[in-house]
C-alpha cells in the first residue's frame, strides 16, 4: 500500500516536493482525500497474492497444471523413473526404467489431501471398528452415522475435484469442504 503519484512513490513521514511546493513530512498522513487528489496524489493497493497452493509464485496468471503431467528434463526430453541396481553390490547404481515420470497435477494433490483429511477424521474412532473386529463389541450409531458422512464427504470431493476443468473451479471444490466436525 502506497502513495503515489505520476507512477513515483511517496514515503510517509518524508518531505516531498511537487513542482515548486515542498511538502512537510507529516502531510500525507494529515491532508484530506480532496487534497491529495487536487495535486494528483493516489493511494495504490498491494498487488493480491494469489494461493502459492494453486498459482506458482502467486501469479494468478501462472497456475499449476490440473493434470499430472510426463516429466520432462530441459531440453524437453523424457524423465525416466529411476531404481537401484543393486546387481553389483560393491557398486550400486540408479538406473532408468522404462516408466516416464510424472509431475502430479493439482487434481492429484488435492485429492491426495482429502484423503489425508478424511482419513485423520476417521482414525479417531478407527478403535471402534478395531473392537468389534475384535470382541464383536457393537459401533455406536452416532459413530457409524459420524464415519458414514466422512466417508460420503470424501467421495463427493474427489468426485468434484475430478470433474473441474479450471483452478477457479477447483479453489471452489475445496473451499466447499464440509466434515461436519465444527
Not at 523413473?81 to 543393486?86: A, M, R, T
Request: with cysteine; net charge negative; charged share 25%.
Amino acid at each position: 500500500m502506497a502513495y503515489k503519484i505520476n507512477g513515483r512513490l511517496l514515503q510517509v513521514g518524508r518531505s516531498f516536493t511537487l513542482g515548486d511546493i515542498m511538502y512537510p513530512a507529516n502531510w500525507l498522513q494529515k491532508a484530506t482525500q480532496d487534497q491529495l487528489s487536487a495535486v494528483g496524489i493516489v493511494w495504490e493497493d498491494d498487488p493480491v497474492r494469489a494461493d502459492d497452493t494453486y498459482y506458482q509464485n502467486g501469479n494468478v496468471n501462472t497456475p499449476y497444471p490440473l493434470d499430472d503431467v510426463l516429466a520432462v528434463d530441459e531440453n524437453n526430453q523424457p524423465v525416466y523413473v529411476q531404481v537401484l541396481d543393486n546387481s553389483d553390490p560393491l557398486n550400486p547404481v540408479m538406473v532408468d526404467t522404462n516408466v516416464q515420470a510424472k509431475s502430479s497435477g493439482l487434481k492429484s494433490r488435492m485429492t491426495a489431501k482429502v484423503k489425508d483429511a478424511a482419513n485423520s477424521i476417521l482414525s479417531t474412532t478407527d478403535w471402534y471398528v478395531s473392537r468389534k473386529s475384535e470382541k464383536g463389541i457393537a459401533i455406536p450409531a452416532d459413530v457409524e452415522t459420524k464415519r458414514d458422512a466422512v466417508r460420503t464427504e470424501c467421495n463427493r470431493l474427489e468426485a468434484a475435484i475430478n470433474a473441474v476443468t479450471t483452478v477457479e473451479e477447483l479453489i471452489t471444490v475445496m473451499n466447499s469442504q464440509d466434515w461436519g466436525t465444527e
